[in-house]
């Protein structure tokens, strides 16, 4: 396994490549959470979310049982004293470690060892598993080599790094690699061409400051059983897209287990398949209701259930989710018009976002 340290002349400097300082950063700019393509995330409805959360619901406590990008968590941080995420993806855990912890890291440590990889030469890698599995498809033949090297490097040095460090650059590996990705925003496929451009150039992410924060992988039915909180907030996928395989690249890079490959779209095995994309949603949905110790539900909802995609149809409907949500007490529906994230060739007509908010009747 190749390794920096051994091979002084893998690092080539690249005159358009600038680490000037200022206030201890590079000059280029860091990732921020929103920074990423994911289908379904909040960003841009995470401000009309919390105008009606707060004059809706009251509490210390706010658990985002399906975190995903984990907008909303970091808005929650600036509210509640106690935040939980949870998500079954392995690349959203490290990204959550990264973003949320407290746990210790060196700004001017990660800065230098980014610096070094944006240094690499390609051209003296060898090829590695990622750039054999990826290289020419997802990402230029040249990229990948440098990310599967990034990658190799990353866990050579854990023992190295603090937790945090480990993690912070794993994400700013895969918030990189999200950026050039040759892909409308997932990975469920690659556009074909002749070749795909080497632009890889890795940034730093800007992590948060969030204080009593706990971090789950877990399913969420099985979480619910557990904890306990003041609001919890539920956006689960609903319809068939399973998050595992739309993101699949990511999942391989975190664990990097570098498992075989199938299919045209280089998947593993099927792993964390979700039952909120299935016929079951309706019945995992109200068991979670049921089972969640909570005082409020925040429930989000689009109603894609109209999609002439089959792919795209959610699996429970608005009534369904009503007459749930309502078993439990009082329950309030809020809409917006909004142009819902298509990464494909979907129409999505009249789109809109529900909110519901439920006050538990026993809470």
């Known amino acids: 396994m190749q390794k920096i340290k051994d091979i002084p002349k893998i690092i080539k400097l690249r005159d358009n490549i600038s680490y000037e300082r200022s206030n201890g950063l590079p000059k280029s700019d860091p990732f921020r959470l929103q920074n990423r393509r994911y289908i379904g995330g909040k960003h841009k409805l995470v401000e009309w979310i919390f105008s009606i959360l707060n004059k809706e619901c009251t509490g210390d406590s706010f658990t985002d049982i399906f975190a995903g990008t984990g907008i909303v968590s970091a808005v929650a941080a600036k509210h509640f004293k106690n935040i939980t995420l949870n998500d079954f993806l392995h690349s959203n855990y490290a990204i959550y470690q990264a973003f949320f912890t407290n746990n210790e890291w060196n700004q001017n440590k990660i800065d230098n060892i980014i ?97 009593n924060v706990s971090i789950f992988q877990e399913d969420a039915n099985l979480l619910a059983k557990r904890i306990k909180t003041d609001i919890v907030y539920i956006d689960p996928p609903y319809n068939s897209r399973q998050y595992s395989r739309f993101y699949h690249v990511l999942e391989t890079l975190v664990k990097w287990d570098k498992p075989v490959l199938y ?53 429970i409907t608005l009534k369904e989710i009503k007459d749930i949500l309502n078993k439990q007490g009082k329950t309030k529906v809020f809409e917006k018009d909004y142009r819902h994230f298509n990464a494909g060739n979907t129409n999505f007509n009249n789109h809109k976002e529900y909110l519901f908010v439920t006050k538990v009747n026993h809470a």
């Open 263 to 315: 299919g045209v779209a280089l998947k593993p095995k099927p792993e964390n398949m979700s039952d909120y994309c299935r016929i079951s949603a309706k019945d995992r949905f109200a068991e979670l209701v049921r089972d969640m110790d909570t005082k409020y539900f925040v429930v989000s909802y689009n109603n894609t259930y109209t999609s002439k995609s089959n792919s795209s149809q959610n699996k």
């Open 115 to 211: 610096q070094k990889y944006n240094n690499i030469n390609s051209e003296v890698l060898e090829e590695n598993y990622f750039s054999k599995s990826f290289g020419g498809k997802y990402f230029s033949k040249s990229s990948a080599k440098v990310i599967g090297f990034i990658r190799d490097d990353i866990e050579q040095k854990r023992n190295n790094l603090t937790n945090r460090e480990y993690y912070i650059l794993l994400t700013s590996l895969l918030y990189t690699i999200d950026k050039i990705a040759n892909t409308v925003g997932h990975y469920d496929a690659y556009f074909k061409k002749k070749s795909v451009e080497d632009v890889f150039f890795m940034r730093s992410i800007e992590p948060i400051e969030a204080n």
